[in-house]
């Protein structure tokens, strides 16, 4: 069953399944590192996918694609000192792809990816087949930044939650320092209105002690709040 409403846009849709597949661990070793496989990556995309209702479609774009021979030498010394040069033929796929994000509650909405495919192995369908296969790879995690990582995913999520902790607490701060100048310039320009500020402030925050407010909602309620009353207030 499609989990959408009637008013989500595609690229809210796309943005929901980003938060789906935001990071993916390395499941597979070759050629001296460490990567993802393609199918770990759909596994995540396609579930939100199907959550909310998108389809991809890639295409190569007619008469952009080319195979090509590659001859590659490579040099080494051998164990006498002399140089030794090996060859080896591979056939180079080429071309550029379009990727096309559909939103399946309105087909007519859809947005356009340009990319390229790019493959290297012996046998031309073989080339075209890594190509794809690594292009894919490529355009999802770049397009929806899926972080992949070494480490356990948990553990990454737990440096992502303090990462957003600390860009919370800046913006707290920020507000909080509006607030302060505020309620100063109130006090300073009318001194009457202390004990009501106090009162006001305290429905916010304990004793009036604003600056141990922690949370941004009740920051930014405090801030709009005192905005209102007394700046406002003075055709401001």
Known sequence: MVETTETSSLIQKLAKIRV??????????????????VTTI????????????VSLIPSIVPGTSSVSQNVIENVKMSKDGNAVTTKTTEMLFFGEMNFRWVNDDNPEEFIDVPWVVTGSMSDPAQAMGAGLTYTTRQFLTSYFQ???????????????KEAEEIETKAVIAGIIGEVDKIVKNTVQT?????????????RFAKGANYNAI??????TNLLNGLKEKYIGAEGE
Not at 20 to 37: A, E, H, L, T
Not at 214 to 219: F, R
């Open 214 to 219: 922690k949370d941004l909602t009740t920051a």
């Open 20 to 37: 789906m597949s935001d990071v993916v661990k390395k499941d597979k070793k070759g050629f001296n590192y460490s990567y993802v496989q």
């Open 42 to 53: 759909l596994a995540s995309i396609t579930a939100g996918m199907k959550k909310y209702g």
């Open 146 to 160: 899926i972080a992949q990582t070494d480490q356990d995913i948990d553990a990454f999520r737990s440096k992502q």
């Open 190 to 202: 009318n001194p009457e209105k202390r004990e009501e500020l106090i009162e006001y402030i305290s």
